[in-house]
């Protein structure tokens, strides 16, 4: 027995998106967290460990970043204008 193709209305016309706000904001805080739970070991290690949360946060930050400039596009279209004409009704 053979399975029937998928129908292409089924897949639609381009794949949903991931967002990239919840692994920013993941990352982010819990960069903030090493920062912030490492504080009390800078002075046993005598140097400060603290620096090290700067590397997921900063992970974070360019993902919330991209998430603003590029995925906002994504999810709000530019939408025509009702008094904006199409290029065949400039042209008769």
């Avoid at 504080?39 to 992970?59: C, K, M, Q, R």
Wanted: glycine share 8%; charged share 15%.
């Amino acid at each position: 027995m053979e399975v029937p193709p998928l129908p292409i209305e089924i897949l639609g016309s381009r794949p949903p998106s991931r967002s990239t706000l919840l692994p920013g904001l993941i990352w982010l805080l819990v960069g903030l967290a090493l920062i912030v739970g490492l504080t009390e070991l800078n002075d046993y290690a005598g140097f400060h460990l603290s620096i090290w949360g700067l590397v997921p946060a900063a992970v974070g930050a360019a993902y919330l970043i991209y998430y603003w400039v590029e995925d906002r596009k994504n999810i709000h279209p530019p939408q025509k204008s009702p008094h904006e004409k199409t290029p065949s009704e400039e042209n008769p």
